[in-house]
């Protein structure tokens, strides 16, 4: 890994999810690069095994995280902690997610710090209830960010980008390289 200077970081932050992973790439407090990863499933449409399809979109999410990392020559990776399941399915799927970022953290010698969804409410919003349209206003005032006006595209990118902005305020990496 390059050591650089709080300055110079390129940090990769997520809202990770198996149906629209939010991303974005900064760099001295600037978008870069933003969007989210639509995945759907389509076992039955496509006739294969529902565990089968779980593994293509694990790797359509793969790719294009790994070419944002390598286009970007990110430094730094930020993720707000999968969280919450109402069934099995969706328990695994948390699973799932945690395990593509600390793996590809892992793998590339990437740094990785996790934030939760509650941190980043408290950070950005000073309260730790808030409904998501509250954090696209709040972030909308702080970063030029390229906006869909698609509800799921916007959640996405702005809860990333609030994992962004509570690690900057809170990392203890991050301040060690100030």
């Not at 110079?8 to 870069?32: E, R």
């Not at 639509?38 to 294969?48: D, G, L, Y």
């Not at 990110?74 to 699973?95: C, K, R, T």
């Not at 509570?166 to 991050?174: D, I, K, N, Y």
């Amino acid at each position: 890994m390059r050591i650089r200077t709080n300055k110079h970081l390129v940090v990769l932050t997520n809202d990770p999810s198996l149906t629209a992973w939010g991303y974005c790439v900064m760099k001295n407090d600037i978008v870069l690069e933003c969007g989210c990863i639509k995945t759907a499933p389509e076992h039955k449409k496509k006739r294969i095994r529902k565990s089968d399809d779980t593994v293509r979109r694990i790797s359509e999410i793969n790719k294009i995280l790994l070419g944002l990392i390598k286009r970007h020559e990110v430094d730094f990776i930020l993720s707000e902690a999968p969280h919450g399941s109402q069934n099995a399915s969706a328990a695994m799927m948390v699973g799932i997610v945690a395990g593509m970022i600390q793996t590809i953290s892992d793998t590339l010698e990437i740094p990785v710090e996790w934030y939760s969804e509650m941190d980043s409410k408290k950070f950005v919003l000073g309260k730790k209830s808030a409904v998501k349209v509250e954090m696209i206003n709040a972030i909308k005032k702080l970063y030029d960010v390229p906006w869909k006006n698609i509800k799921y595209h916007d959640e996405a990118v702005a809860d990333a980008i609030a994992v962004y902005r509570t690690a900057v305020g809170l990392s203890p990496t991050l301040k060690l390289l100030k």
